[in-house]
DNA sequence: GGATGTGAAGTCGTTCACAGCT
DNA sequence: AGCTGTGAACGACTTCACATCC
């Protein structure tokens, strides 16, 4: 298989489908429409079938989508059947909270590393709130890591400042895809798989849309 | 001021011109040209002046945009000069986190109430780990303290289950802006502003981008 | 000279509308 | 009859290229 040139959004969409066909499998749901699954995501039916129709043919003419079968296809390919093992960079606030929020990731996401530049004093602070002690290591052994337990992706949730050192060093490693949290703009060498995540990006276009709304 | 049709990417890049440029103005510069800080953050030059004539001119032919002037006047656009008084809906993991992490919040947004199903449980869970006493309010109490706390904009932390009759209960108040951090898709009356913030979409997105690289 | 502001061109993504299966 | 799959129309956003102004 080789999908040339899928738009981004399609990517996006495809993520919340799965979400959806997972919640009307748990309510017994057998079939779904282009329509219907389009509705539950606020999207349009056009859409879900030209999102679809770059991977191939899931449905079935006059009769809809097996939801289970759609769910699977999808799984495959997004690569969600598969384990990504993820680092958390950076253990203040958030980092932490990634690191807890099991619920947060889907079963096929496993963090296996987590690193601060005070491991001892943050490793500290965390297994008080578990009360389970956890390992929390030097970014110093990020690259002889990285490569011993096989990490796939990084998360850079340390301050904006920082973040470009923690690209470099990723660099060096054997991870080729991360997620960055903090604003700041990360470059890396070619061959890397970079998405940015900064939340108040979009609490401020939320701002926005208020501040301009007539009244 | 009347802004027609603006580009919703438009609003998410202003923001972030907005963080480079207090970076530029934190190392001193003065001026920037729409190449330099399209490099910064990722763009095309044309891109930078193209968002910008959206809201008017304020550069100088020849010389670049005055950086603390450029700032000041996105800030206005985006609304960033006026204080957002926030909610957050859902105490569990995240919710804490974005409840404790202030660093992550501009100055502008303001967290003045926050809500949980189990208020008593989860203040003392929360003020565990803060050593202050913490306040978390039952959901029903939303209607009378969105409109005493004059509550801007909602975030909702709970688990997906719930994200509607959270919505539900948010159409009822004064609130107009809500951040939902959860994989629901909410159906909300017109007049409100909702975005979808769900991080595990974008970890999805970078999964499938290694997944199908060549080698 | 040099960088902005902007019409025009180009690219990309969405929606329409209907042919084609079941 | 109903719903998918898809070419074609449409619309939106990005990039180019250059006239304009400091």
Known sequence: MKFSKVPEATIRRLSTYVHHLEVLEKNGEVV???????????????????????????GIRGVGYYIKDLADNIKTILGLNREWRVAIIGIGNLGAS??????????????????????????????????????????????????????DIAMITTPASEAQKV????????????????????????????????????LDNVAYLLRWKRR
């Open 167 to 202: 690209a470099d060093l990723i660099a060096q490693t054997t991870i080729r895809g991360v997620l960055n949290f903090t604003p700041a703009q990360i470059q890396m060498p070619k061959g890397f798989e970079v998405k940015n995540y900064f939340f108040t990006a979009v």
């Open 98 to 151: 990634l690191l807890l929020y099991k619920e947060f990731f889907k079963n096929n996401y496993k963090i296996v590393a987590a690193f601060d530049l005070n491991p001892a004093e943050v490793a500290g602070r965390v297994s008080e709130r578990t009360g389970k002690p956890v390992e929390i290591l030097h970014p110093d052994r990020l690259k002889e890591v990285a490569k011993d337990r096989r990490i």
């Open 32 to 58: 779904v429409s282009s329509a219907n699954l389009a509705r539950s995501c606020g999207v349009n039916a056009a859409q879900v079938r030209k999102d679809l129709a770059y991977f191939g043919e899931f």
